[in-house]
């Protein structure tokens, strides 16, 4: 027996373990082919302080190659964010966010996305999903002004790839809400992530045919609307989630919560995160029939719930963006126009790049602004329409 402690974080969900899991004096924890439900199995060894080993003797070589791999990179001190970008995707192979230079290119993977949610009957869709929950999660960790300015900005443009923009701007969103403002365990942040991205995986083409759609919804539009969250669950299911938390805050993410967030279970903290950063990215995105709303307002607007109450998670998605978020359009003191690049010290002094002049005319390379200094103090927040000019936003992610 050659027993190897494994981060339970690697351990795949809803499916038949690859291999046994025992206890570090070797005890049977599950057998090999035994489903975990749901994390909070998993805390309940780590809460009794035992050590979850695989006995690689037994693991299959691909197995025993992610073991290795997981030790190698604990020996050389890699990066804790990077170890905890490797995952065991629902296939059993290996998950890790792709390396990257410079830059990531957001279009290509808003079309990535697009083709992933499109296709949720193809049997690779549990393991492309993995790998996309990574590859945002890691973006968030590695630089969540970017992020946010990068699917902020792309919203805020032609109704086209809505439901993988709006997907992975809610999802971003939620998880920095959920690890930099409510401070929520690292596995509830990441199982968050998966929620948001499928949240609406049953009308995601729906999705983009009604942002171009300018006729009234047909009756089969709105039974498919008013059933998306049940079927999306539904379908889930079918490609093998059995995580009992992630799939009940898909089912419940439209359902009116009361009270305090911290009174309700994980699936219902989830929904009620995921329902407020759903609203805000709905509301910035154009449609056919009518504009984008302006982003300031957008994610105020996020902060009261339908009662025109103050919002717990509406609150903390409002801490977290800041007034002014990455991706917005401001006016700037000085009579110029400028993008918001990353949030600041404060919720209403981000740094922010000149696009339009005092002239009104562009000003051709973007000029960084301090809003802090009373000179270009913002005085007003605008919609993308207001804005006429195109703005090259690998240019805005290139600046400092």
């Given at each position: 027996m050659n027993l190897v402690a494994i981060d339970i974080d690697s351990l795949p969900l809803g499916q038949p373990l690859p291999f046994a899991l025992r206890s570090a004096k070797g005890t049977l924890l599950a057998p090999r082919g035994y489903t975990i439900a749901s994390r909070e199995e998993l805390d309940s060894y780590k809460g009794r302080g035992i050590d979850i080993c695989v006995d690689t003797d037994e693991a299959s070589a691909s197995h025993r190659s992610f073991m290795n791999q997981l030790q190698q990179m604990l020996r050389k001190d890699t990066p804790l964010g990077q170890i905890a970008a490797m995952k065991l995707s629902l296939s059993g192979r290996a998950v890790q966010a792709p390396r990257r230079e410079g830059p990531p290119d957001w279009r290509e993977?808003?079309?990535?996305?697009?083709?992933?949610?499109?296709?949720?009957?193809q049997p690779e869709f549990p393991e492309h999903l993995a790998r996309l929950?990574?590859?945002l999660d890691q973006l968030c960790r590695d630089n969540p002004d970017a992020a946010l300015l990068a699917l902020i900005f792309l919203s805020g443009q032609q109704p086209h790839q809505y439901s993988a923009t709006h997907a992975m701007l809610v999802a971003c969103a939620s998880m920095l809400t959920a690890r930099q403002t409510l401070q929520w365990p690292e596995p509830q942040v990441l199982r968050l992530g998966r929620a948001a991205l499928t949240m609406n995986v049953a009308m995601s083409e729906l999705q983009d045919t009604l942002a171009r759609q300018t006729e009234a919804l047909t009756g089969d539009q709105l039974q498919a609307i008013q059933e998306h969250a049940h079927r999306s669950e539904a379908l889930l299911r079918q490609c093998g989630v059995r995580d009992a938390v992630w799939l009940q805050a898909v089912r419940q993410h439209h359902q009116l919560a009361s009270g305090p967030l911290a009174e309700q279970d994980a699936a219902g903290q989830m929904a009620r995160l995921i329902q407020r950063a759903d609203v805000f990215g709905a509301?910035?995105?154009p449609r056919a029939t009518r504009r984008a709303m302006p982003v300031t307002a957008a994610v105020q607007a996020s902060y009261y719930n339908e009662r025109r109450e103050v919002d717990d998670a509406g609150a903390a998605l409002l801490r977290t963006l800041g007034v002014y978020p990455p991706g917005a359009f401001v006016r700037l003191a000085s009579d110029e126009v400028a993008v918001v690049l990353r949030r600041g010290a404060s919720a209403t002094t981000p740094r922010v790049a000149v696009v339009i002049g005092r002239s009104g005319m562009p000003t051709g390379e973007p000029i960084p602004r301090d809003t802090a200094q009373?000179?270009?103090k913002i005085t007003a927040s605008l919609a993308p329409h207001e804005v006429r000019l195109q703005v090259s936003l690998q240019r805005l992610l290139k600046l400092p």
């Open positions: 993977l808003q079309q990535r996305a697009t083709q992933l949610l499109y296709t949720p009957a929950g990574v590859e509301r910035i995105a009373a000179a270009y």
